[in-house]
């Protein structure tokens, strides 16, 4: 298990300065261009940049970052060892966490299969998650969108999207669900651009947004959160930062 700790003050050194602000947890998934730790061990992506701008800039929170497998970083924020996560929100997730009103990105989830699939013209086809129940999916662990949407396809599940990919480009599958930019970004990073191809028909809208636990001490930051993240959208600062990764 990895575990990435960064944050620019730790605790001791906020404690002689007066500050009585613990530290958030924040724990992520390694998941390119969102969240991500770069070779040096530093917590990288467009999530890191919104909190760092949002919560440890605005509103003077340390925050400490934490990498873990997708199933084990939301756990730990159910049972109250950390604080948050960004996701797609789930009737699952809200038993457990309270979740922004404003999402900190949106995408539409489309279809990804091989250039040279047997079956390309039927999947062309595809204009609902219903039509996806003649095809073989692949998707990963942890993922809450294909769990709660995708409950009636068959889904070989893979530990995460790496192996999706990989996969998918050795025609071990016939599709994999995902969000465009997301997708279009690790398929660029993993050289798969000629084996892998995007069929744009939208099949949802895919909002991501601030989970932080009930039991979190900082739960009572989301009105605020709201109103930043909205001040964001509206001046364009937001979406500078969502550019720098596209």
Known sequence: MKKIVITLLICFLLAGAGCSKKPMIFNFLEYPPY????????????????????????????????????????????????????TVPTPERRLYTDISNE??????????????????????????????????????????????????CKIEWLPDMKEVLLELASG???????TSLLTKYNIKALNLEDEIIEIPTPLDQIHFNLCIGKNSSYVHILPDFDKIIKEMKEDGTLQKIINKYQ
């Not at 917590?43 to 605005?58: M, N």
């Open 35 to 86: 969240c991500w730790q770069d070779s040096e061990g530093q917590a990288k992506g467009i999530y890191i940049d919104i909190i760092e701008e949002v919560i440890h800039d605005r509103m003077e929170i340390p925050v400490v970052y934490h990498e873990y497998s997708w199933d084990v970083a939301q756990q730990l924020v159910k049972d109250g060892m950390a604080d948050a996560f960004i």
């Open 103 to 152: 999402p900190l990105l949106s995408d539409v989830s489309v279809i990804f299969t091989q250039r040279n699939n047997e079956k390309l013209n039927e999947i062309k086809k595809i204009t609902s998650i219903s039509d996806l129940k003649n095809f073989q999916l692949l998707d990963y662990t942890g993922s809450g969108w294909a769990k709660e949407n995708l409950a009636d």
């Open 172 to 178: 071990k599958g016939d599709i994999f669900v995902q």
